[in-house]
């Protein structure tokens, strides 16, 4: 059973996510670094992928442009 407060498990949380690698990789071994990258890999298109990066747990680990670019994407979506 877990014990502590919501915000304590929360914090747990996102320290454990902070201490994750962004590990994602093209088939030759080279780390995807741009969102046209990660889309190509998961076989998505860019707003997709983009979506993901900030939805899921795994793009708090993303790399920092990969980051910015998704959300620069999903604003411009956002505004249309």
Not at 23 to 35: C, F, H, K, Q, S
Not at 61 to 68: D, R, S, V, W
Request: hydrophobic share 35%; no cysteine.
């Amino acid at each position: 059973m877990t014990t502590g407060t919501p915000s304590d498990r929360q914090q747990l949380n996102e320290d454990w996510l902070r201490s994750r690698r962004w590990d994602i990789r093209y088939a030759n071994g080279e780390p995807v670094t741009t969102l046209d990258g990660l889309a190509q890999v998961l076989r998505i298109d860019r707003q997709e992928a983009a979506r993901r990066v900030l939805a899921q747990p795994f793009g708090k680990a993303a790399p920092e442009g990969l980051l910015e670019e998704a959300e620069t994407l999903v604003a411009k979506q956002d505004s249309v």
